[in-house]
């Protein structure tokens, strides 16, 4: 079975621009979550979609934005960048049933903003 | 400020050597997860604990939750330089939320 996939794998942006990130989940999984990864933060909650709704959604500006489309493969948008927004983002998917919460993650997007 | 604290930041060992890494935090968890996390990829899942005082064993690694289910501990045995990786606890809450540990950074030197 194939695990998440995410697109592009790098990225350079300048302030002010805008950027769309891809994720592919795992075959059967309807759970996606987005989180951002610096060094002086760590891995942050950004927002989780399951079955095309946002389920959860971390403490981020409303420049951070997502969907989730009906095959569960999902999108984060980011809107006039900051210096700040460079970071490696990451996908999870789960399967999201029974009592534990289980995340695959993909490989992430690392994203520079300069 | 982290919801989970974990500890040590950092630690290197030589190979060989035993470790233990802590995940901590005052908030009570429904479930709690370990990954080990390398240079370019993502976190990838290592165990899942769910019963407090629940203890499971990974080959030579040893992962405990506590009675109270607020923290959790990893244990590694012989590590050796494949070990090495940045270690991330993350905590589920009762409002589904996943909340991560900052980390600790783990080297072992053949």
């Known amino acids: 079975k194939a695990g998440v996939t995410q697109t592009p794998r790098y990225l350079i942006k300048t302030r002010g621009q805008q950027v769309t990130l891809s994720c592919s989940p795992i075959s059967g999984h309807r759970s996606v979550s987005w989180y951002q990864q610096t060094p002086g933060q760590g891995l942050q909650f950004l927002f989780e979609?399951?079955?095309?709704?946002?389920?959860n959604k971390g403490n981020f500006p409303g420049r951070f934005s997502g969907r989730q489309f009906s095959n569960s493969r999902s999108e984060m948008n980011v809107s006039t960048l900051e210096l700040g927004d460079s970071a490696l983002y990451l996908c999870?998917?789960?399967?999201?049933?029974?009592?534990?919460?289980?995340?695959?993650f993909g490989p992430g997007t690392r994203l520079t903003v300069t | 400020t982290q919801l989970l604290e974990q500890s040590p930041q950092f630690l290197s060992i030589q190979e060989g050597e035993n470790l233990t890494v802590y995940c901590n935090s005052s908030s009570v968890f429904s479930s709690l997860q370990w990954y080990r996390q390398e240079p370019g990829e993502g976190p990838v899942l290592l165990v899942t604990v769910v019963t407090g005082g629940e203890v499971k064993k990974l080959k030579r690694l040893t992962f405990q939750f506590g009675d109270a289910r607020k923290d959790s501990s990893l244990h590694i045995t012989a590590a050796q330089p494949g070990d090495t990786g940045l270690y991330l606890c993350a905590g589920e809450g009762w409002d589904n939320d996943m909340r991560f540990g900052a980390g600790t950074r783990l080297t072992v030197k053949p």
């Open positions: 979609y399951f079955s095309e709704t946002q389920r």
């Open positions: 999870a998917s789960s399967l999201r049933q029974g009592g534990t919460y289980e995340q695959y």
